[in-house]
């Protein structure tokens, strides 16, 4: 398959000052869809997006276009998958490299309930030799570049040697690529979302994996925000990816290809993203599927901005779901404008 991505982002892949895995947006259960990516292409163009985890069941027995398909637009792009058994991961792995994407990633760190009676996510961190299994089993498969997010512990394993063993178990088998949440995962008594904010962040403990594994790629992930903060774990780290402040906040991240990837920015202002944005609305909604589904993913591309709540309310109207996204994009700029004048 030839490569499709515009030759400014081949040039910043292979430009040796920068990891592919320097920036990135995590995978985010029923936000990082195809659509969402697309959004954020549009403020971004270096930044690598994942998409949402895929089981490897929905892969070889469920609708492979529709957990698989995506846009050229979103190079690179890196497809995230959920399993523990070796010659299913590596089935998936080849469908990832044949449908064209850039990476394919090992989930090792959801902490669901539901996740964890399929035997995978953060419980497969309990398993080091068996996760290396598929990593193996994987790298075999295919040439995309195999990689595994994961947790620094579970439960109440604080051990530094708990993930230090882990990496280095999973490493032996192939894997280049770690991507780090600094937080342990409860697999008991919390929640998803309270397994995001409760247990304590503690950033040393991935820092100590880098100096450990210089030759390893580590990324940080774990409540990271500002473009200082970025650029402070990078001192230290060679990636960090970022989830729910780039999915809640798109425009925080409208100045990291100058600031990080040393290219110019693609969005000179929200204006322009959002017409982007609405001739994409155009095409979903001219192929015959809702553009609602699709829009839910830029509620917050005013945020912080006067008339930005106007704006959101007339977009989440249900009475104008019917309409085509123009119309009710016309309603939203004038609800967005009138809260200016406001404000002025």
């Not at 709540?309 to 019917?322: G, P």
Request: charged content about 25%; aromatic content about 8%; overall charge negative.
């Amino acid at each position: 398959m030839p490569d499709e991505r515009p030759l400014v982002l081949q040039e910043t892949l292979s430009d040796p000052r920068y990891s592919p895995w320097r920036l990135s947006v995590a995978p985010m259960m029923d936000w990082t869809d195809r659509h969402c990516r697309y959004l954020h292409r549009l403020i971004t163009r270096h930044t690598l997006l994942y998409t949402e985890m895929v089981t490897t069941g929905a892969l070889l027995h469920g609708d492979q276009p529709r957990h698989l398909d995506f846009n050229a637009e979103e190079h690179p792009v890196a497809l995230q998958l959920g399993g523990s058994e070796p010659a299913d991961l590596a089935a998936c792995a080849k469908l990832a490299e044949r449908w064209g994407y850039d990476e394919v990633n090992l989930n090792c760190g959801c902490p669901s309930e539901r996740v964890q009676k399929g035997a995978f996510g953060a419980c497969l961190m309990a398993e080091p030799q068996l996760v290396a299994d598929c990593v193996k089993a994987m790298c075999d498969a295919t040439a995309l570049p195999v990689t595994v997010k994961h947790r620094i512990g579970i439960d109440k394993i604080e051990s530094y040697d708990f993930v230090r063993d882990f990496v280095g178990t999973v490493a032996a088998a192939g894997c280049e690529v770690f991507i780090v949440h600094a937080r342990n995962a409860w697999l008991q008594g919390l929640s998803p979302k309270e397994n995001r904010e409760i247990p304590p962040l503690r950033y040393e403990l991935v820092a100590q994996l880098k100096r450990e594994f210089p030759q390893l790629t580590i990324a940080i992930n774990g409540g990271l925000k500002t473009p200082d903060e970025i650029a402070a774990q990078l001192a230290v780290v060679d990636g960090v990816m970022i989830g729910r402040e780039a999915y809640h906040e798109p425009w925080s991240m409208a100045q990291w290809d100058s600031r990080f990837f040393g290219t110019a920015d693609p969005a000179a202002s929200r204006e322009q993203v959002e017409a982007q944005w609405l001739d994409y609305l155009d095409r979903v909604h001219a192929s015959g599927r809702s553009w609602v589904h699709a829009m839910r993913h830029a509620l917050g591309l005013w945020n912080g901005t006067p008339g930005a709540r106007r704006w959101r309310q007339v977009w989440s109207d249900h009475r104008l779901k019917a309409l085509p996204p123009r119309e009710v994009a016309a309603q939203a700029t004038a609800a967005r404008l009138s809260g200016l004048a406001v404000a002025a």
